[in-house]
């Protein structure tokens, strides 16, 4: 059973690299710069964001299961064949609120029907008035309550194909100060070497005042898009794959049928204007122009960036094989 297990799993690791063209999967290709798409397949470590679009239900609330398996698979597979990968997620509020919504109702259930009758043994059954649940809940508290529900789903699914993960919790105060944020990314630095996926999320359980940092930071620490970015240039990263609900980067809001589709971008066409950034999704917070920011803030500093269609079967492992789709942010 051993030998039959360890044949599958070097079969799809060796069926992976040879699709993706990789000749020695455990080298260290950051030596490199990316300049075209022809240099995707060479990137050896990689950080996937997952937008709340991405996800999360149409709705809000839940996790898209079908898309998260999906991505999980890939990033999987990828990590089999070689490659470094570090995923930053979004989604803990969203499964908060799914958590949320089943209590509410289970409460109002509760108060029409009465409490139930007591089985052996039989005590009183502590039970919190509705009234202790506020109307609209707060992201703070759903992502209290979700945090552990989201890290529980990961670690099930990466499980399913030998990966193991770890959560890492950020606060975005910490990140403007040089010490913790080196504290941070030895924490994830580690987590690598041991071969385990890091699953890096903001901690939006807690309220935060803003912070001026140490002058360490050039850019505004906003949304998990930032986020990425700068821990992308931190980690020395080759790629940061940036998914949405979107193609890529368009002279418009996608959905306007004047709006061209832009495979690249430099930084001469975000110094002109001609791009203008539709509004962001109902789930999340940040939108197309968090994205383009923080895809201009690692390009500056070394990092490829890649926005691209996370909602599409697939689309990492062929956006990795070069195949057209999203809009690539070289080094140079």
């Known amino acids: ?172 105060p910490d990140l403007m100060y040089a010490v ?3 504290a941070t990314c030895k924490t994830i630095e580690k987590l690598v070497q041991m071969k385990i996926v890091p699953i890096i999320n903001e901690n939006d359980a807690i309220e935060y005042e803003p912070a001026e940092g140490d002058g360490s930071v050039p850019i505004d620490i906003a949304d998990n898009d930032a986020i990425a970015a700068l821990l992308a240039v931190e980690l020395k990263c080759d790629l940061l794959l940036l998914l949405s609900n979107v193609d890529g980067v368009y002279t418009g809001d996608p959905a306007d049928p004047k709006s061209k589709y832009l495979p690249e971008i430099t930084p001469a066409m975000l110094q002109s204007g001609e791009i203008e950034f539709s509004s962001k999704s109902k789930q999340g917070r940040g939108g197309m122009e968090s994205k383009v920011r923080a895809a201009q803030f690692a390009a500056d500093n070394g990092v490829a960036v890649l926005i691209g269609n996370g909602l599409e079967w697939r689309n990492i492992i062929d956006l990795m094989d070069g195949k057209p789709g999203g809009t690539l942010f070289t080094t140079s």
């Not at 993706?20 to 300049?35: C, E, H, K, Q, Y």
């Not at 979004?90 to 089943?102: D, E, F, K």
């Open 1 to 172: 059973i051993f030998f039959r297990a360890f044949y599958r799993f070097m079969w799809s690791r060796s069926s992976v690299v040879c699709r993706l063209g990789i000749t020695t999967p455990w080298a260290s290709s950051r030596a490199f710069t990316i300049t075209k798409r022809d240099d995707l397949v060479k990137a050896n470590r990689i950080m996937v964001k997952l937008g709340s679009a991405v996800v999360t239900r149409s709705n809000g609330a839940g996790i898209a299961l079908g898309r998260t398996a999906n991505i999980v698979e890939q990033v999987s597979h990828l990590q089999g064949a070689g490659r470094e990968m570090l995923m930053v997620s979004s989604g803990a509020v969203a499964a908060g609120r799914q958590i949320m919504y089943n209590q509410r109702a289970l409460m109002r259930q509760f108060e029409a029907e009465g409490r139930p009758s007591l089985p052996i043994p039989s005590r009183p059954i502590l039970m919190h008035d509705s009234s202790d649940l506020p109307e609209d809940c707060k992201a703070q508290e759903c992502a209290a309550v979700g945090q552990s529900s989201l890290i529980a789903l990961y670690e099930a699914m990466f499980k399913v194909y030998g990966m193991g993960c770890g959560q890492i919790l950020v606060s975005v």
């Open 180 to 182: 913790p944020r080196r």
